[in-house]
């Protein structure tokens, strides 16, 4: 069965301190992708990135970078200069491509990232 | 992309009552998911409507306490029947775009209805 790990329950840290967010995952499939999202305190879910398992590239996106390593089934995200901002709940998700496009979605437990001024 | 919109946006209910809350995508999409998160809790997934047929239930959720309807491509509506506290979660639906080539899937969610069950 499908399984994301998100084991960092809360993670706090001073603004402008780099931080990584750690998302393990396990599937039987090979073919599948997986999700970054970010749930501001307004409640909403933000869709930060998606990668399928056939790219293995990292990808940066301004103070956003992502490394994706099937050989340890990990995506971990990190927030390079954090600011206060970036304070919200991380949720990584797994979704199996089925013939009809990927179907749902199993989601982490979420890290909390708290970003201090 | 898509644009979801979700109603009501939040509500206070009695136990014993039901509640039906209603999606609406601004592009026709072949499946359309409802998700609950509770309270500090993570997304999990209620059932997947796939218009034209019967909604297909995640393990722990049934028909009687969450029926769904989805009569177009554009919209669904998730009911929760004979409340209780326990039911107080955001209820999300969310809507996957895809195509083959090239390979892409997005899946979009809409605002949530935050909903507390007195």
């Known amino acids: 069965a499908q399984k994301v790990t998100q084991a960092q329950t809360e993670i706090s840290v001073v603004e402008k301190e780099d931080v990584t967010l750690d998302c393990v995952y396990e599937?039987?499939?090979?073919?599948?992708?997986l999700f970054w999202y970010k749930q501001p305190p307004s409640g909403e879910l933000v869709f930060l990135i998606r990668r399928n398992s056939f790219d293995e590239q990292n990808e940066i996106s301004g103070r956003y970078s992502w490394n994706f390593q099937k050989s340890t089934s990990s995506f971990n995200f990190t927030i390079t200069a954090s600011q206060v901002v970036d304070s919200a709940v991380y949720f990584c998700a797994l979704s199996e491509a089925g013939t009809q496009g990927a179907q749902k979605l199993v989601f982490g437990q979420g890290t909390r990232l708290t970003i201090n001024p | 992309s898509a644009v979801i919109s979700q109603k009501p946006s939040r509500d206070i209910c009695q136990r014993g009552t039901s509640l039906t809350i209603q999606c609406q995508v601004d592009s026709q999409v072949t499946m359309m998911f409802w998700y609950r998160q509770q309270p500090g809790q993570s997304l999990t997934l209620i059932a997947t409507?796939?218009?034209?047929?019967?909604?297909?239930?995640e393990s722990g959720f049934v028909i009687d306490k969450f029926p769904i309807s989805r009569p177009n491509l554009t919209f669904s509506t998730l009911t929760v029947s004979n409340m209780s506290p326990e039911d107080s979660s955001i209820y999300l639906c969310s809507v996957e775009l895809w195509d083959r080539d090239p390979p892409y899937n997005e899946q979009f969610f809409g605002p949530g209805t935050r909903l507390t069950v007195l």
């Open positions: 599937t039987r499939d090979t073919t599948y992708y």
């Open positions: 409507a796939n218009q034209g047929s019967e909604a297909t239930y």
